[in-house]
């Protein structure tokens, strides 16, 4: 039994390949013993950073009576979501259209065919409130299973029905049109996020998810529209410095924490996941350029409030970056190149005990002992946000950003709780490699490097890239597999659409200039193959080129990932994969009618952001941005003349708001006139001779 998972790419597999349940990994094999044994299927999906999957477990699985009643009744499986993305989507629709929530750890009953039938999530032991223990659940679909299966088969077959419908819905979205410009779009978006801002940050009550995808988008309208600027700016600014000062950045070690329990974004879930710190890394970095930039034309406590939350991001974008270099390193350190873990875990040991969020919490005699050895310390500069499943231990974060002279005692006191920290047992790292979220990453530190000069950015980026090229990318077949561990790549599971653009977005992104040509090339190959996840007929990009049969069965569509979640959706960055290098061509020179249709299938893949900028911003924040750029009246220039500060601050301004930039070779020389000249597709413009004016060039009022 243990053999079937010990020896997984999956973290998550291996970590229950000690108990006696009969566990399957995901793949025909499970599904033909089901219908050779005649029983139902038993599938556990979940991840493994998850806290309540560890839970459950413990509780259950490791339970040998419960263990021997899966074993005689049922064939288990144990899936890993983000291993099988697309299984994880298709059972967790099929939760929610049950349930009406979802969440991990996720629980399926299914026919041996994979049509789901019953569906939950974390079963307790014993019976809790209204949630039924885990014993009970099984020998309800046992029973069931043994004198109701035509209803159980009547079930599986309403919802597949269900399933292919919401499916069909989804990728109709894609057709949906609006009249309506870009600029008008984000507009109407802006206004949205302000109005739906809350005084605390964000847009939702707990819990606090960051909305990393739409502040990226939000900061265009603070650079490019005039009017409303200062009130989005206000409202980005609000949930910016909340995620910036609370418990979801880790104030000791960098990085951020998957979301945050509470309203006052206090007390994270601790769990953190590279997805995560790659988008909020590039969002720190824009953040730090555009709020320099905003406070050129602020004053008074406005200029100070944007002061702060420039050096703010800065800080927050090296340390996430520091994070991923230091901790999310996937294999030995020495040997290179290494590509980045997939998360580190929520949990870690105390007393004996695996508990969520030990590593990074403090008891009041902890607390104390670090406080009594510093000098002093503002009162109302830190707080204290006590957990409330683990009574007596405390989250440390920030109640305002530390003014000048208290940053010195704020920087002691972190120092000395790291300090403690450190002699604890980390939490564990999920050490598989995910092509996608790596050329997230890669993207982000690329982004980072060049808008806060740090070339050392750069270069992890590219070391990154080399190991996820090496191990995941099959040339024979122009093949990329989704997954690897150890540097041995699971090659049966070919990656998804947004592995596919998210990888070639980083890239892309090293591809700039002529020592880039090598990874441009490798971008090209990536969004070949891409181009096969497009339906030739209808143009809907899906997330899978065929989906296997257990998923085809309750989904009679292909999936599609239309709208923004954790991650953006796989259309969306396929398409900004297609812009970027369609505007890069047009830079250099090099457009071609592939790069005009490339240009033209972008504008398609996101025109319904424009429709739905209203409804549902936040979901279509990474299609509007494509729209952004593809509309833009500026998408490059060609500059000459200008002196070193200019330069440098006309890149991190174009490379922000993703305008590409040509130089000549004079303004590498002897500084004379500054002269840009914006262009767009193959028209330019007459040329200005200020960053100022060409400021007022990208505005729209």
Known sequence: MAQRLSGSSSQYLRQHAHQLVDWYPYGDQAFEQARLRDVPVMLSIGYSACHWCHVMSHETFDDPNIAAMLNDHFVSIKVDREEHPLVDDTYMMA??????????????????????????????????????????????????????????????????????????????????????TAGAALAAAAAHWVSATRPEGGTTPAPKFPPTWALKTLWRSVILDHEARDEVFNALATTLEAMLRGGLQD??????????????????????????????????????????????SASGEQRQHATD??????????RTAEFLRRDLRAGQPGHTPRALASSLDADSPRGGQSIEGAYYT???????????????????????????????????????????????????????????????????????????????????????????????LVELAEEIAQAVWQVHWDAETGRLARVSFEGKAEPSNEGTLQDYAGLALGFLALGTG?????????????????????DPHTGVPHDAVQLDARLSAQRSAGATSVLDDAIPAAGALYALALSRRSVAALADGQWTDSHAASLEHARELTAHALALATEVPT???????????????????????????????????????????????????????????????????????????????????
């Not at 939350?309 to 090296?318: E, H, K, V």
Request: charged content about 20%.
């Open 362 to 456: 403090f008891s009041r005699a902890e607390l104390n002992t670090a406080l009594d050895r510093l000098d002093s310390l503002p009162v109302d500069l830190v707080r204290l946000a006590e957990v409330a499943e683990d009574p007596g231990h405390y989250c440390l974060s920030l109640t305002r950003f530390p003014r000048a002279h208290e940053e010195e005692p704020w920087e002691q006191l972190t120092m000395e709780l790291a300090r403690m920290r450190e002699q604890r047992t980390r939490p564990g790292q999920d050490a598989k490699v995910i092509a996608g979220w790596n050329g997230l990453a890669i993207e982000a530190l690329c982004e980072a490097g060049h808008l806060l000069d740090d070339p050392g």
């Open 95 to 180: 939760t929610q259209a049950l349930t009406g929530a979802g969440g991990w750890p996720m629980t399926i009953f299914a026919l041996p065919d994979g049509r789901a039938f019953h569906a939950g999530t974390y079963y307790p032991a014993v019976p809790r409130g209204k949630t039924p223990s885990f014993t009970q659940v099984i020998t309800a679909v046992c029973e069931a299973w043994d004198t109701r299966r035509e209803g159980l088969i009547q079930q599986a077959e309403m919802l597949a029905g269900h399933l292919a419908e919401l499916g069909t819905r989804q990728g109709a979205l894609l057709s949906l049109r609006a009249t309506g």
């Open 309 to 318: 939350l420039a050096a703010a991001s800065r800080t927050a974008a090296l």
């Open 514 to 534: 002529s020592e880039g040509a090598d990874w441009a090339a490798r971008a090209n190959l990536l969004l070949e193959r891409a181009g096969d996840f497009v």
């Open 619 to 701: 979901q279509v924040a990474t299609a509007l941005e494509v729209q952004e750029l593809l509309n833009a009246t500026v998408q490059y220039v060609n500059v000459s003349g200008a002196t070193a500060p200019e330069r440098a601050r006309l890149r991190r301004i174009c490379q922000a708001l993703g305008i590409q930039v040509r130089e000549s070779p004079d303004s590498l020389g002897a500084p004379g006139a500054l002269r840009i000249q914006p262009c767009r597709e193959e028209l330019c413009q007459a040329p200005v001779d200020s960053i100022t004016e060409f400021l007022h060039r990208l505005q729209r009022n």
């Open 251 to 296: 104030h000791l070690g960098g990085g951020f924490a998957r979301y945050c329990v509470d309203e006052q974004w206090s007390v994270p879930h601790f769990e953190k996941m590279l997805y995560d710190n790659a988008g909020l890394l590039s969002l720190c970095a824009r953040s730090a350029v555009f709020a320099e930039e905003y406070v050129l």
